[in-house]
């Protein structure tokens, strides 16, 4: 079984597979008579179709390591994952080899850390490693599929080699 290490979250090394949301650097405005700073347009969302829509998900907590045999991904539209509370989640994402996902990325937010997958990005499910598991989903609302599913020929384990899943 391919073992896959997962590390900390890091906007350049997932920027292939889109966005890290957070309020790393100073805020682009301060707003509300200068109580609050607003970290402005920080996905990159895309619909072919359709339009935005925010659902609330409850997701069962997994731990690691964790036992990989699914990805999935949106054609028409990216999909956002904004936790509901500041426990870090898994995040796994893959290159895509067109038809079928290539070489798999684990990686483990930080508190306070979000994610924007762009369009057609292979990656696993919603994964928290915390209770309660509850997220807002920012992603296509639109007639039509928009969902591929992919079983791994082989599972494969990612790992927690730093405890990253411990950080709460």
Known sequence: METIAARPLEATAFAPFGDVLDISGAPDRIINQGLCGRYHDRARLDFGDGHAGISLFSAETRSLPYRLDLLERHPDGSQA???MTLAPFLVIVA??????????????????????FLRGTWHGVLTPLHDPGLFAVIDRIGAGGNLEEYILPEPALVTDPEGLAERV
């Open 95 to 116: 290159e895509d080899l067109g038809d079928r996902p290539g070489d798999i990325h684990a990686f483990v937010t930080e508190p306070g850390q979000a994610v924007n």
């Open 81 to 83: 994952f904004v936790p």
